[in-house]
């Protein structure tokens, strides 16, 4: 596993702090502008330098969290030399991957890890954190197969997965986990299946009456 290191410290590095080690992640060193808040956040994990420069932490570990303010982000990240292969990543939903660039020019793999979470405070978030659903901007394998997908052979005979095979009990489920973890996005989801379940039909993997059933489960009912 990679050495952790963390810049900025507010409830979401903190948070992220303290549950890792749980994992038997080894978190080797932290700053912040304010050297309190990385005195508290040292103290509660064993091992945990509090260093007074953004590099030192960098040069320190060979997985950075920058857990700053969103807007400080691309600032933090672009004032480091990052070596080649070292991981940096920020938690953050209103920042893009495209904020870490400056670590991606110098050979270093980035991400961002987001937690389908609200954390009101330190305590409140650590623990809230267990059993959170997190998104990984790492889906552009993802994405780039499905663009050629549709390049490749077009529609309706690119379409894959649960609507494309009838698969209502597949989504069913995933309602359910959108609906206990991500309320937000299921009139989204319902709203996309609906337009979707009309091109599994014309591709001919999707029966009538499973059709059917697929439309009254996305439009609320059948549950």
């Known amino acids: 596993m990679p050495t952790l290191g963390f810049i900025g410290v507010g409830p979401v590095g903190t948070t992220f702090g303290v549950r890792l080690p749980e994992k038997g992640y080894t978190v080797a060193a932290v700053a912040d502008i304010n050297p309190a808040s990385a005195e508290r956040f040292a103290r509660r994990i064993p091992g945990c330098r509090v260093l007074t420069e953004n590099q030192a932490v960098a040069d ?38 495209q904020s870490l660039d400056a670590a991606r020019e110098q050979g270093a793999y980035v991400g961002s890890i987001h937690h389908c979470q609200s954390f ?14 997190f998104g990984i901007k790492a889906y552009m394998p993802l994405l780039r197969g499905t663009l050629s997908n549709i390049e490749a052979v077009g529609f309706p005979t690119c379409l894959t997965g649960p609507i494309a095979r009838g698969d209502v009990a597949t989504i069913g489920r995933r309602l359910a986990a959108l609906e206990k973890f ?3 996005m299921v009139p989204l989801y319902r709203e996309l299946g609906l337009f979707t379940v009309p091109i599994g039909q014309d591709k001919g993997t999707l029966a009538a009456d499973k059709a059917q059933e697929l439309k009254t489960l996305l439009k609320g009912g059948g549950r």
């Open 120 to 133: 009101s405070g330190i305590e409140q978030a650590i623990a809230n954190l267990p059993g959170s659903t």
């Open 182 to 184: 991500a309320q937000q």
């Open 60 to 97: 320190a570990a060979e997985m950075i969290f920058i857990t700053t303010a969103d807007d400080h982000i691309a600032t933090v990240c672009s004032g480091l030399k990052w070596r080649k292969g070292q991981i940096a990543v920020h938690c953050s939903g209103a920042s893009t991957v």
